[in-house]
T-cell receptor, first 114, second 114 residues
Framework: DQQVKQNSPSLSVQEGRISILNCDYT??????FLWYKKYPAEGPTFLIS?????DKNEDGRFTVFLNKSAKHLSLHIVPSQPGDSAVYFCAASASNFGNEKLTFGTGTRLTIIP | KAGVTQTPRYLIKTRGQQVTLSCSPISGHRSVSWYQQTPGQGLQFLFE???????NKGNFPGRFSGRQFSNSRSEMNVSTLELGDSALYLC?????????????FGPGTRLLVL
């Protein structure tokens, strides 16, 4: 049972345009969400997070939107750059302080076309 | 600070053998989590150790075990290896980012079972 779903295994976007990566979850207990970026042969790198008390969090070119009623979150990257080409994982946790475990989606491979 | 380190980086074993993987967290981090990454399943949580105690466990068979030492270094052991155990094994240690715990991943150990 995949509690966190990334339904698009891949996405190609022109350099300079907006990249939108989507993630859906089923567990209503999840209240903290993160996006990780992964390059080949490296571990995932934390990108941005959002708590369920917010519906938007912005950090530079990256913005995460959370729609709790739809159990949906998205990551917007604007403008997209070639270095953004990577696999992006969304993750969720039901935070019990100090004891949360992350549940990951299967990832979306983003390719930025120069 | 140095990042999370994992050894070895690559490993080839045969079915039936056992394997031990090592993870050193970021200095000062006391929590270490282990994940298995496969193409079809994405990142799946194995277990988490904190102060030498396992405090969270995923849905993996008992062939997968771990431990943590007093210096927070952790080892993961897989006994009676199966072909399906071929995967990238990632460990992560935690820190606070914007008031929330965030995991920082090591580069992973790629295990191939023949």
């Amino acid at each position: 049972d995949q509690q966190v779903k990334q339904n698009s295994p891949s996405l190609s976007v022109q350099e300079g345009r907006i990249s939108i990566l989507n993630c859906d979850y089923t567990n209503s207990m999840f209240d903290y969400f993160l996006w990780y970026k992964k390059y080949p042969a490296e571990g995932p790198t934390f990108l941005i997070s959002i708590s369920s008390i917010k519906d938007k969090n912005e950090d530079g070119r990256f913005t995460v939107f959370l729609n709790k009623s739809a159990k949906h979150l998205s990551l917007h990257i604007v403008p997209s750059q070639p270095g953004d080409s990577a696999v992006y994982f969304c993750a969720a946790s039901a935070s019990n302080f100090g004891n949360e475990k992350l549940t990951f989606g299967t990832g979306t491979r983003l390719t930025i076309i120069p | 600070k140095a990042g999370v380190t994992q050894t070895p980086r690559y490993l080839i074993k045969t079915r039936g053998q056992q394997v031990t993987l090592s993870c050193s967290p970021i200095s000062g981090h006391r929590s270490v989590s282990w994940y298995q990454q496969t193409p079809g399943q994405g990142l799946q949580f194995l277990f988490e150790y904190f102060s030498e105690t396992q405090r969270n466990k995923g849905n993996f068979p008992g062939r997968f075990s771990g431990r943590q030492f007093s210096n927070s270094r952790s080892e993961m052991n897989v006994s009676t290896l199966e072909l399906g155990d071929s995967a990238l094994y990632l460990c992560a240690s935690k820190d606070f980012v914007q008031g929330q715990e965030t995991q920082y991943f090591g580069p992973g150990t790629r295990l191939l079972v023949l």
